[in-house]
């Protein structure tokens, strides 16, 4: 098989430092932790805890119909894909989005749809979900909209 030259053209990021590529790599490079306190959980498991908290509004970038059907993760993700096709300069030119390809990584997919599940499951005993629960919580749904809207 022949071997194909790669260059990468953007990046994007969605992080507790940041969402702007050149700010985050100065911040990291400068020590500057991400890590802080915050107020965390529900009821009796509610805690401080120490954690990298993303500050980011969805709305600039998925639509509130969109939202129904994506986890935060898969938000995050989507805005991410936006960012580093907007930094090759790839989006206002559709016709080479064929030839292009975006490479990320997700730790964990739908954890908030998991917790929202297992708090209406537990706390308000109902055994009904929403309808959305599915595409929400797949493991690969991060990937599944970014490949779908680009």
Same mark, same amino acid.
């Given at each position: 098989m022949a071997r194909r030259r790669v260059l990468v053209t953007g990046m994007g990021f969605v992080t507790p430092h940041g969402d702007q590529a050149e700010r985050i790599f100065e911040r990291v490079w400068a020590g500057e932790s991400a890590i802080a306190l915050h107020r965390?959980?529900?009821? /009796? $498991?509610? /805690?401080?805890? !120490? !954690?990298?908290?993303?500050?980011? +509004? %969805?709305? /600039?970038?998925?639509? %509130?119909? =969109?939202? !129904? #059907?994506?986890? *935060?993760?898969? =938000?995050? $993700?989507?805005?991410a894909a936006g960012h580093a096709l907007a930094q090759a300069g790839l989006t206002p030119r559709g016709d080479l989005l064929a030839d292009a390809g975006v490479y990320m990584g997700c730790g964990l997919g739908g954890a908030a749809t998991y917790e929202q599940g297992y708090e209406a499951y537990f706390t308000k005993n109902s055994r009904r979900q929403k *309808?959305?629960?599915?595409?929400?919580?797949?493991? +690969? /749904? %991060? #990937?599944a909209h970014i490949s779908m809207s680009f």
């Open positions: 965390s959980g529900r009821g /009796a $498991a509610e /805690a401080d805890v !120490l !954690l990298g908290k993303a500050d980011w +509004n %969805p709305d /600039a970038y998925v639509t %509130p119909i =969109q939202k !129904l #059907a994506m986890d *935060p993760v898969a =938000q995050m $993700a989507y805005a *309808p959305t629960i599915v595409p929400r919580v797949m493991p +690969n /749904a %991060p #990937a």
